[in-house]
């Protein structure tokens, strides 16, 4: 062997070797996203340590990325907590808390300097942006009542190159998101319906599954594309009605199923802190009326959370399905996946079902983030986290400028090292309250006539918040009220107190 020879062959590993690395590098810099939203998911998976739900799912993406224990959305209604989500940012105005945000602050108008949404960021930075399902808060982007025909105006009429929703049988957006298997709908039956069904159907047989044929539809035109891309799916369940094929409902012994430890109004809060149920009583053939003057019976409550789990199982193994379908096209490698619930839910819990309070059970939801590959360690992060903190860590993670000032933080120090923020806070909104969570405390200042309109609760001793302490421990709360009062929009000092 002559002496060139051992040389041209190392040159031709080294050449390749610093093709990979280039690409890889290339790569990192500008990965794809898939963004999943799990619509009314509150941290109730296996790897949060429910031992009774069945997510092996979501649990093995958990597993192989990270995910976080103390993660609170900003608002715990799902248009408004939404648009804190795709804009970075606390509310600043009263339309901020509400389901209509969207509405009135983003359709209809023209493009601006200013980005309406992350997406419409990403895309302004050469992504292909598609969304699939209930991304903002009408599930097919486009603006119109529950009761009307869709309309031609986008929620977010700059942020997404393709749309897609296949409403089936069910012929509107918002008919798909109320469904029954039937093809009936809410709606349709006038509200005479239960609020779960358990139907002998497939996958394909409510919308969720039809969602995710469209995810996966779309994934193969994105890999052919070899563009970077963000690809945005909102799944439905298990949002009400709990309603999802009958396998799903089979992986449960009911009489196994336990129900909420804390079945009543917390000592010292006045009930309008728990707020009404409007929600659940749309289904007017539900076996039992909750109410906050007394609970439903256990036999009632075990299936409403039956129905529940049901409905998680089922939009867990669509995930996995994706999931799947991610790896076999070989684009895992290079897609960060983020799993964001928009927000919790009592089931039972303070007597109440359903959302809509400043409690710990509405606003503390899932978040599971997996960077590409294996890159970084598996990790479970107890820090105090707010959804406004997944728009700068997504930019900063596909080195995407910030466009404006944003109000979160970027969780990738988290993800990628071992650095602490437990000490952090979130802050979140609802209607005529603030309410901010801390390591140890919940305090929430409501602008009412109505009192006790303070309430301070102390996880440490009283996790579940089932008594308000802050008339025996006013020195905490002088402590917390100014950083509340920091954090308050001036809109609630107009409100009635």
Partial sequence: MNSYQPICILGIVAFFLWNCSSINKDKTIHPNVLFIAVDDLRPELGIYGNKIVKTPHMDLLAKRGSYFTNHYVQVPTCG???????????????????NSVFYKETAGQNERDRPESLVHHFKRNGY?????????????????????????????PHSWDRFVFNSGKWKTGW?????????????????????????????????????????????KKLKEKQKPFF???????????????????DLYDRNKIPIASDPFVPEGVHPSSI???????????????????????????????????????????????????????????????????DHGWHLGNDLKWGKH???????????????????????????????????????????????YPLDGQSLLPLIESESKRIEGMAFSYFKNGVSMRTPRYRMTKYYREEKPD???????????????????????????MPILNDATPAFYYGLKK
């Fill in 275 to 341: 707020g009404p149920m409007g929600e659940f009583y749309n289904y007017q053939l539900s076996d039992e009326k909750p109410s906050l003057e007394r609970k439903i019976s256990d036999d009632y409550a075990r299936k409403l959370i039956h129905g529940y789990y049901a409905s998680i199982s089922y939009v867990d193994h669509l995930v996995g399905k994706l999931l799947n379908e991610l790896k076999s096209l070989d684009l895992d490698q290079n897609t960060l996946i983020v799993l964001w619930g």
């Fill in 80 to 98: 408004a907590s939404r648009y804190s989500l795709m804009t970075g940012l606390r509310p600043k105005k009263k339309i901020h808390i509400s």
């Fill in 128 to 156: 292909t942006t598609v969304g699939i399902g209930k991304l903002s808060h009408s599930v097919d982007g486009l603006v119109y009542g529950y009761n009307e025909s869709p309309s031609e105006v986008k929620e977010m």
């Fill in 231 to 249: 690809l945005g799916v909102g799944f439905f369940k298990p949002h009400l009605p709990f309603n999802a094929p009958k396998k799903y409902w």
């Fill in 175 to 219: 008919n798909a998101f109320f469904a029954y298997a039937s093809g009936e709908n809410r709606q349709s039956l006038k509200n005479q319906v239960k609020p779960y069904e358990s139907a002998a159907v497939s996958d394909d047989g409510y919308p969720d599954g039809l969602i995710l044929n469209s995810a996966l539809e779309e994934l």
């Fill in 357 to 403: 309070s400043l409690f710990e059970r509405s606003l503390k939801s899932t978040l599971i983030i997996k960077p590409p590959g294996n890159a970084f360690k598996p990790k479970k992060i107890k820090s105090i986290v707010e959804t406004v903190d997944l728009y700068p860590t997504l930019l900063e993670y596909c080195s995407l400028t910030t466009p």
């Fill in 454 to 480: 303070v309430e301070l609760f102390d996880h440490t001793l009283d996790p579940e918040e089932n008594k308000n302490i802050a008339d025996d421990n006013q020195e905490m709360v002088n402590e917390l």
